[in-house]
């Protein structure tokens, strides 16, 4: 089944026939739902569905990345300065690793991984984000639905803001476990579901997005990770270097009214922030 029928077939649970068969990918079955707000929370963990956008569907296309800079250059640059800072702050050195960056966007953080790694993967679900890595000369670059199994173990996997869009994280995580070397490790950025801002923001989180249908919380993804074989090493804060533009971009997206922000000047570009709003950071390894 194609990454866009999975997201097809997720029942509507504003209809409440459908809530027995919502099962969250926490693994903690339909049962631990609850009613909170816009949220379906799991009772045991903390992560939660989004009413809201849950029963909808979402097609990953050409217009994912267009909305989303994804090719931009600065945009990019951006990107890879968080990454160096993420890395650091994170103890992970990817120099002389296999590498395998899951959800790569723009390809511009593979890239700059190809430079210092031993070898890079990169894993996509749009088609278009593809053909730009391919583009930046990256060859070892393959579609979300149709991954071959790795010719060479992978020592670090990045998950950075992509691992909330898996349609199925056990699924994913089991073909990660057969592509990993004994020591792997993984470093994961994603929005915190129970974070200081989710809680404090509620409806107005500027993460609640279409496309991210279901939240973890930290106790929920360290459980996933665990019974996969990946205890937690650490954790550090995803402090994010955007610019004037890209932020305007965002409030674009998640909110239409600001629209006209996008179109900003120059003065706009110029401006520089390194900010975090309820995203985690951990770093996970594989447990003999």
Known sequence: MRLQERYRTVPDPMRSESLAGLAPPCGHGSESLREDGHRLRCGRCGSFFDRTFVGRDFVYDASYPAD??????????????????????????????????VGFGGGHCLRWLAERAAHVFGIEAVEANLAHARGLGLSNV???????????????WLFLD???????????????VASSAPRARVL???PEAGSPSERRLGALWPHRLPDHRFHWSRAGI?????????????????????SGAMLAAHLAHRFPVLRPLSGA????????????????????????
């Open 188 to 190: 994961l950025v994603a």
């Open 142 to 156: 393959q579609a979300f639905d149709e991954r071959e199994p790795l010719p060479r173990p992978v020592e670090l």
């Open 222 to 242: 360290r459980e996933l990770l665990r019974v996969h074989g990946f205890g937690c090493r650490g954790e550090f804060t995803p402090t994010k270097s955007v």
């Open 162 to 176: 992509s691992f909330e869009h898996l349609p199925d994280p056990a699924e994913f995580l089991r073909w990660l």
């Open 68 to 101: 989303r800079s994804h090719f931009d250059p600065e945009v990019g640059a951006m990107k890879v300065r968080s990454l160096e800072r993420w890395l650091h702050s994170a103890n992970v050195d990817p120099r002389g690793r296999v590498v395998c960056e």
């Open 265 to 288: 000047g120059a003065w706009l570009r110029r401006l520089r922030f390194d900010f975090n709003v309820g995203e985690m950071g951990l770093v996970f390894e594989r447990e003999a």
